[in-house]
């Protein structure tokens, strides 16, 4: 089966460079059937990935000891759930799970825009084709998955990583891979534009709302990475700016920039020249990212192991991606002159330009602090690293700012503020952060970075809570209807605008997470047999330890009573997995008990040898409103969910507006 | 017209620069730490000791000692021959144990390395690198 799995990736990358050049020929000799046959190979290399995906699987399933990559990464005992997933527990079949992911995004982009931008199609598939054909070539050269044993195989596999056999495992890689390699879409589609010379706005819409899907999967992928994070590694945080976390928020910055700059273009004809960089720095930084974790360059928990080679084939594919690209932006500028110019700073396309330099500079900044021990190693030959103090220093005053433009953006007009509608639209939410601000300063609040951050979660809010409700109420007026289905029609109306909205809304409560960090308490303390120890309302009692086992671990855990001012309220079972054969490798199961208010977050630190004393050496936080950060990247998938809704969708709501001339733009004319 | 858009312009990103590279001047001083290895450290200890640092190395196999009761590690840390004495109060991680190699953030004294709290990190051996897995 393993030959037929390494055929199939030979025949792909055969077919992938059909797919890469037919098109272009097709195109240059004006033979549509030659452009129809590229873009028959283009799906082609879907299926042939999606049978090299089942062999793969296949192979894990069965035990199938003979390739390498099944024996280092699953054994007999693994759970069904868990060899499926080692599919793209190790490197080589990564890069695959890569490719196979690339090939259906690429497959249905192509299809749903293949009769409204006939003329970009060809480039598309062509740079999407030569994108895959990278990959695979990583593949068949250096780090085949099929790859077998010369000698007789072992009767048994290595077995996963014990730290990841874990249910985010399963979905945590998935949804991030997804966002990376759903940026190569609007990639494609703005090289398309590029080399075409079809820059007018409508590679825009294409591009759109693929971002957008990419960008809420890299969403998700980041918010997973923080709940295993968190749930998982026992040290009671979630983000640690480790390198690998930081190379997969450096697309997030620049899509977001891209997604709001977009709005600049469509409605103003600026910022051309910008909004086809951010899609070729979002795409390079997908690649860079992939380069980070995979070369071994930097050092992390998370990285793979150092791959000279493999590194120094990324480098010549990134340098090959931004000759390319930014060599055809400069061929296309004066196809790129800006239409207008910026009329007036107090606008929505001056907030929208500050926001995505804010943005662009934080993720040059964090590029720059991962990459700085590699850098200054190279410089002065003294390894320097910066810390989280480092990051925390800027990103601090960074995402106040954001947040703050969060607020002002939505309220200033297009083209031009006046100062006295900008004071109407300011007022009430100015008050909410100001009263907030005010009534936690009185409650004894001190710690001035979250109390800012606070009033201005306060503040944002009101706007947003003030834009649905002027918006809300001035529909209600003219089309004569309750106040909720004057709601619903106006997100209808204007989906990505609203669904924008509570998307900020999310990005809110997220913060109102981070803002809890300032209040963490953290106690390290060895609990004897029936001891007690306090954290803040909290007393926590060891009632004991027990060992317990099933056939693939040995399972030690702590019984924890959890009083609350003297009340039992709770029991905690923290533990710590052994797996047969990574002794050496224990896994946290940190007990916590959620609550909006905040959590009580315990971990077991114990070796087996030590259970018989029955002592229980616990890492206990307590994390004030830690829960919010989830509470609020679910309110921006949903908000992301309503802004990428069809045409048709809520029309029951719309119906009812056939003067259909209700929106607040109008409203605040 | 034009001149003083030019002027205010310029004007501003001065100011931007100014503060975005002053406040980097602060915090690179600061903020940074070396990265060394325990015998590129222990060749002339001196030197080091009261920097920040983050000291790479590997635990020597039975000088883990832990104060009954409490969470006052002391264990030593090698490499390469040079070995260094170090102490720990607080939770370690998981695959802390002998041989682990492991990262150490803390400041160098006479008496030996004192890690920060939460300073010291383990490299998992084997995430994601079959050739060192052990078993």
Not at chain 1, 218 to 234: A, C, F, K, T, V
Not at chain 1, 236 to 262: I, K
Not at chain 1, 407 to 426: C, D, E, F, M, V
Request: glycine share 10%; with cysteine.
């Amino acid at each position: 089966m393993a030959a037929l799995g390494s055929f199939l990736l030979l025949t792909s990358f055969v077919v992938g460079s059909y797919a890469a050049v037919a098109p272009l020929a097709g195109v240059r000799r004006r033979a549509p059937r030659f452009v129809e046959s590229g873009i028959g190979a283009f799906h082609l290399i879907t299926a042939l990935m999606l049978a090299a995906s089942i062999v793969m699987i296949n192979a894990f399933m069965t035990n199938d000891y003979s390739v390498q990559y099944v024996a280092h990464y699953s054994e007999r005992v693994q759970p069904l759930f868990y060899k499926i997933t080692s599919y793209w527990g190790g490197l080589d079949g990564s890069i695959m799970f890569w490719v196979f992911l690339l090939s259906v995004f690429g497959s249905v982009a192509v299809h749903v825009n293949r009769e409204r931008h006939r003329v970009l199609i060809p480039y598309v598939v062509s740079i999407i084709a030569a994108v895959e054909m990278f990959f695979i070539y990583l593949m068949i050269a250096h780090k085949n998955p099929f790859t077998t044993f010369l000698s007789a195989s072992p009767p048994d596999g290595g077995g996963l990583t014990p730290q990841l056999q874990n249910f985010y495992m399963a979905i945590h890689p998935p949804s991030l891979y997804t966002g990376f390699v759903g940026m190569t879409i609007p990639y494609a589609f703005g090289m398309a534009a590029l080399i075409s010379g079809q820059l007018d706005d409508a590679w825009l819409r294409a591009v759109r709302r693929w971002t957008m899907v990419a960008w809420v999967a890299l969403s998700i992928g980041l918010m997973l990475g923080m709940l295993w994070s968190y749930e998982d590694l026992g040290w009671g945080g979630y983000w640690a700016w480790d390198p690998v976390e930081n190379a997969a928020l450096l697309p997030w910055f620049t899509a977001t920039a891209f997604l709001h700059s977009v709005m600049v273009q469509e409605r103003r004809g600026m910022l051309r020249i910008w909004n086809v960089s951010l899609v070729i720095v979002t795409f390079f930084l997908t690649i860079y990212g992939t380069f980070l974790t995979r070369s071994g360059v930097v050092q992390s928990i998370h990285s793979f192991v150092e791959d000279p080679v493999l590194a120094w084939l990324f480098v010549v594919f990134m340098i090959a991606i931004l000759v390319f690209s930014f060599g055809w932006v400069v061929y296309r500028l004066p196809l790129l002159r800006s239409r207008n110019e910026l009329d007036s700073w107090t606008s929505r396309e001056a907030a929208f330009l500050i926001n995505n330099w804010i943005l662009l500079f934080s993720a040059f900044f964090i590029a720059f602090g991962t990459i700085f021990p590699t850098l200054s190693e190279a410089l002065t030959g003294a390894r320097l690293t910066v810390g989280e103090a480092f990051y925390g220093k800027w990103m601090l005053p960074i995402g106040t700012l954001l947040l703050l433009l969060t607020g002002i953006g939505p309220l200033l007009a297009w083209r031009k503020s006046t100062l006295a509608a900008l004071w109407r639209q300011l007022l009430l939410p100015a008050l909410s952060g100001g009263t907030t601000a005010g009534a936690l300063a009185a409650l004894g609040m001190r710690q001035w970075n979250s109390l800012l951050c606070f009033a201005l979660c306060a503040f944002v809010a009101g706007t947003i809570a003030q834009e649905f409700w002027r918006g809300a109420n001035v529909r209600r007026r003219s089309t004569g209807t309750d106040i909720f289905t004057a709601l619903v029609g106006l997100v209808a109306r204007n989906k990505r605008r609203y669904g924008g909205y509570i998307v900020h809304l999310g990005v809110v409560l997220i913060f109102l997470g981070f803002a809890g960090r300032g209040f963490t308490r953290e106690s390290d303390t060895a609990v004897p047999l029936g001891g007690q120890t306090a954290i803040g309302d909290f007393t926590i009692r060891n009632d004991g330890i027990k060992v317990t086992a099933d056939e693939q671990k040995q399972m030690v855990t702590g019984e924890m009573a959890i009083f609350r001012q003297g009340k039992r309220i709770d029991t905690l079972y923290p533990a710590r997995w052994f797996f047969r054969r990574h002794e050496n490798e224990p896994v946290s199961q940190v007990a916590i008990r959620r609550s909006l208010g905040g959590d009580l977050y315990v971990a077991l630190n114990i070796l087996p040898a030590d259970v018989g004393r029955q002592s229980a050496a616990l890492q206990i936080f307590v994390n004030p409103l830690v829960d919010w950060i989830w509470c609020g990247f679910a309110v921006l998938i949903g908000g992301t969910g309503i802004a990428l809704l069809p045409e048709g969708a809520l029309t029951f709501a719309q119906s009812l507006s056939a003067a259909g001339h209700a929106s607040t733009a109008e409203a605040k004319a | 017209m034009e001149r003083r858009r030019y002027l205010r312009l310029a004007l501003t990103a001065a100011a931007m620069a100014a503060s975005l590279g002053g406040l980097l001047w602060s915090t690179v001083a600061e903020g940074t730490e070396y990265y060394k290895h325990v015998d590129e450290v222990m060749a002339s200890p001196e030197e080091w000791e009261g920097k920040a640092l983050q000291l790479h190395g590997f635990v020597v196999p039975g000088s883990i000692f832990v104060k009954p009761g409490t969470l006052d590690y002391r264990f030593q840390v090698q490499n390469n021959g040079r070995v260094v004495d170090v102490t720990y109060r607080g939770i370690v991680p998981d695959t802390f144990t002998d041989r682990t190699e492991v990262v150490l953030r803390g400041r160098l004294t006479p008496q030996g390395f004192r890690a920060d709290p939460n300073g010291v990190t383990t490299k998992c051996p084997s995430r994601y690198d079959p050739s060192r897995r052990a078993g």
